[in-house]
């Protein structure tokens, strides 16, 4: 099993910034890249960020390119991505989720999910 564990979330002003972690552990040794997703409302889930363990490979949507970035680091078993985000936007008010999983065709193929953290950002 896999097991991710996500925290940073809360509530800042616009263009204030936010560092979310995510920490994966267990059965992670067939597992090559991590990302982040956000959902805004229920059924709309989107991908914003992936990156390969290994430091490679990163990509960045166009809504938040610019503004976040992403990283990885490895250490005692345990596979941690995180996500820091400046300027934020209100609409970039969501619950963040991030995802585990393996290159498939040289894209990031998620398989495991954290719970979910919620990030708000008033004007």
């Known amino acids: 099993q896999v097991q991710l564990v996500e925290s940073g979330g809360g509530s800042v002003q616009a263009g204030e910034s936010l560092r979310l972690s995510c920490a994966a552990s267990?059965?992670?040794?067939?597992?090559?890249?991590m990302g982040w997703f956000r959902q805004k409302s229920p059924g709309e889930l989107d991908g914003i960020a992936h990156i390969y363990t290994d430091g490679s490979r990163i990509w960045l949507s166009d809504s938040v390119k610019g503004r976040f970035t992403i990283s990885i680091s490895q250490a005692n078993g345990v596979n941690t991505v995180s996500l820091q985000m400046n300027n934020l936007k209100p609409e970039d008010t969501a619950v963040y989720s991030c995802?585990?999983?393996?290159?498939?065709?040289?894209?990031?193929?998620?398989?495991?999910w954290g719970r979910g953290t919620q990030v708000t950002v008033s004007a």
């Open positions: 267990g059965n992670i040794a067939g597992l090559n890249c």
């Open positions: 995802g585990a999983g393996s290159d498939s065709f040289g894209s990031c193929s998620h398989s495991f």
